[in-house]
């Protein structure tokens, strides 16, 4: 190993001196691997092919992570050795230092190379210690406190498997309905979190991350929503649950995915009706009822961006594969699926039929859960326009994770306040959603 030099007790550096190298010890594929780079040593040598270059030094930068451990232990992080303790994205990386110029060999580049992948086994071998640790902290605190852990589909894969339960909006505002848990904690984005304090107000609401909000409800503000309620003098209004507190508290009904159309269609045919406040979706609904809602302009940034034109090419090279779409996609989008439907639908299909192969226009979290259901079924997520990515995530849904789900619980906070005025109106219409639901077996 190279000889290594302590720095005031935080950095580590490791310089690479010819003369005071001690061999390792190694087994005998190690063994064959040296002898080889110290004969191309030699070669390169003595044909004068060594260059002069920067000299490179190996530095260990230590992270915060003691300082993040006690913060949420209460404890100090002492499993692992100083030199251990890099963090998760801490850990070993070659710098090219300026100064002297020396000879390179072939030796130092194979050397670098055995640091930087052990170092990439200590990384990845710290980072499943730490989440451990944070799934066996939560897990304690969630019986101490009697609290539920909801996460929504399209949350990270380790929020879903942490989760007591998991689905789509309708799933959990029903399961929020009847829980007898003294806190919710819901891991998905803000509105979910306020229908749930909506149906009970009595039990304290929590979010991971208060910043987890929703392109789709943010581009229907209550008041010019209100506004244009007052503008249509006896419509029903039908709000979408993409919504906040204050929108349904304008609201006759809610509906989700789900049960939207059987909601719609249990009005008369000549009903009046405003439905926001997602474009696509309503739009949808009108094609399938035979309809004429007036339709507030809004949309889901994630749904909106997939691309025809890279799910046609997708088809090309998959051409049995079945396409399934949520009703918040473009027309386009949903003109090219073979199945239409809910986040939970689409799963319920897939589980029916698991020997299909599948495309997917939806977030790509519930691919997660397709995957543990059908681990034998091939999954494609639909591609979004951008170039760069090969799947549509919400980045408002990727905002929670573990660490702040722990700090979540541990604190209580942040919590979901609704105010109680907006409440009382708010509830009724979410109700009557839950009330047409359980009528129509949904």
């Not at 939207?260 to 997602?278: C, L």
Request: hydrophobic share 40%; proline share 5%; aromatic share 10%.
């Amino acid at each position: 190993m190279w000889k290594l030099e302590e720095k005031k007790m935080k950095t580590f550096s490791c310089t690479i001196q010819k003369k005071v190298y001690q061999p390792p010890v190694m087994n005998n594929a190690k063994k064959i691997a040296f002898i080889f780079s110290r004969l191309l040593n030699r070669f390169f040598s003595t044909f004068s092919v060594g260059y002069h270059a920067k000299v490179i030094n190996f530095v260990h930068y230590k992270q915060d992570v003691d300082r993040k451990w006690k913060e949420a232990y209460n404890q100090p992080f002492t499993h692992f050795s100083p030199v251990d303790k890099l963090g998760i994205t801490g850990g070993m990386r070659l710098i090219t230092q300026s100064g002297k110029k020396k000879r390179i060999f072939f030796s130092t580049v194979l050397t670098a190379y055995y640091h930087h992948y052990r170092d990439l086994k200590r990384r990845k071998r710290n980072k499943i210690f730490i989440m451990d640790h944070l799934i066996e902290a939560i897990n304690r605190l969630k019986k101490e406190k009697n609290a539920l852990i909801m996460g929504h589909y399209y949350q990270r894969s380790e929020i879903q498997d942490i989760a007591d339960y998991i689905g789509d909006s309708l799933a959990l505002a029903q399961q929020a309905a009847k829980t007898t848990a003294d806190i919710i904690v819901m891991c998905g984005v803000h509105f979910m979190g306020e229908t749930a304090k909506v149906l009970c107000p009595e039990k304290k609401v929590l979010v991971p991350d208060m910043a987890a909000g929703c392109s789709l409800a943010d581009s229907c503000p209550a008041d010019k929503f209100g506004q244009f309620v007052k503008e249509h003098p006896g419509y029903t209004v039908i709000s979408y649950v993409n919504t906040t507190a204050a929108v349904k508290a304008l609201t006759d009904v809610v509906v989700t995915s789900t049960n939207a159309r059987q909601i719609v269609e249990s009005f008369p045919q000549d009903e009046k009706i405003i439905f926001g406040p997602d474009r696509n979706f309503g739009n949808y609904i009108n094609s399938v009822t035979g309809r004429n809602m007036l339709v507030w302009d809004g949309a889901c940034h994630v749904h909106e961006q997939f691309s025809v034109e890279k799910m046609v090419e997708i088809k090309k090279q998959h051409p049995q594969a079945v396409i399934l779409a949520h009703p918040e996609c473009k027309g386009a989008v949903l003109k090219l699926a073979d199945v239409v439907g809910s986040t939970a639908a689409l799963l319920k299909y897939a589980v029916a039929h698991p020997e299909k192969e599948y495309i997917v226009a939806t977030e790509a979290g519930i691919l997660h859960e397709m995957r543990k259901k059908c681990p034998q079924t091939t999954f494609i997520p639909a591609p979004p326009m951008d170039s760069t990515c090969g799947c549509n995530e919400c980045n408002f849904m990727r905002l929670n994770t573990l660490e702040k789900l722990y700090n979540c619980l541990r604190d209580e906070s942040p919590e979901i306040t609704v105010d109680p005025a907006v409440a009382e109106k708010a509830v009724r219409p979410i109700k009557r959603m839950l009330e047409i639901s359980a009528q129509l077996g949904l």
